[in-house]
Antibody, heavy 129, light 112 residues
Framework: QLQLQESGPGLVKPSETLSLICTVS??????????WGWIRQPPGKGLEWIAS???????YYNPSLKSRVAISVDTAQNRFSLQLSSVTAADTAVYYC?????????????????????WGKGTTVTVSS | QSVLTQPPSASGTPGQRVAISCSGG????????VHWYQQLPGTAPKLLIY???QRPSGVPDRFSGSKSGTSASLAISGLRSEDEADYYC?????????????FGGGTKLTVL
């Protein structure tokens, strides 16, 4: 059964870089036809997509965050990471990682088919000095 | 301000049918399929409907989705107390700067 688990520091100082890891079990990031991504949710607010990548293809970013976001993949550990630089209090949120899947009959890799079917439980990150 | 517009709240009594709307534009809902997520209090979102009207395994058929033009809708029939949650619509938006995922602002459903 596929599981995703977010991990990382719960407290980050303003202007520093937030670094989170999503560890995947039950599937291989590199041997799949899925997208993998990050989503966040500020306290009391709605969901905000951060970025998603296809292992053998493209990475897509939220335009409002793109200049501060980096995504990396560690296939040996079967995990992927999020780095968000120059954080402020506005980056305080619960951060989720998720797998994107595609419907039966659709062509793998075409982004517009994909939806987030499996989510991690989320990890809370607070930006404060 | 979310790209997709949802009513902030909705309510109904047990057994009733409620509908939650999601309004967008040509570059998002008008061009791509819509998905719906349910978020129970204190938990991660869960996929409820994908590709406009498809239910993942395990989702009761009380939940249904539809799409027309640049709008989509989630309907819940036979409302139950455990349906009290936040509901989000989402899709891809084909912008000039590159495609990205957009969410609605969410609708808080209260079961009276």
């Amino acid at each position: 059964q596929l599981q995703l688990q977010e991990s990382g520091p719960g407290l980050v100082k303003p202007s520093e870089t937030l670094s989170l890891i999503c560890t995947v079990s039950g599937d291989s990031i590199s041997n799949s036809t899925y997208y993998w991504g990050w989503i966040r949710q500020p306290p009391g607010k709605g969901l905000e997509w951060i970025a998603s990548f296809y292992y053998s293809g493209n990475t897509y970013y939220n335009p409002s965050l793109k200049s501060r976001v980096a995504i990396s993949v560690d296939t040996a550990q079967n995990r992927f990471s999020l780095q968000l630089s120059s954080v402020t209090a506005a980056d305080t949120a619960v951060y989720y990682c998720a797998r994107h899947s595609y419907p039966r009959g659709a062509t793998p890799g075409l982004y517009y088919y994909y939806f987030m079917d499996v989510w991690g439980k989320g990890t809370t990150v607070t930006v404060s000095s | 301000q979310s790209v997709l517009t949802q009513p902030p709240s909705a309510s109904g009594t047990p057994g009733q049918r409620v509908a939650i709307s999601c309004s967008g534009g040509i570059s998002n809902i008008g061009s791509n399929t819509v998905h719906w997520y349910q978020q129970l209090p204190g938990t991660a979102p869960k996929l409820l409907i994908y590709s406009n009207d498809q239910r993942p395994s395990g989702v009761p058929d009380r939940f249904s989705g539809s799409k027309s033009g640049t709008s989509a809708s989630l309907a819940i029939s036979g409302l139950r107390s455990e349906d009290e949650a936040d509901y989000y619509c989402a899709t891809w938006d084909d912008r000039l700067k590159g495609p990205d995922v957009v969410f609605g602002g969410g609708t808080k459903l209260t079961v009276l």
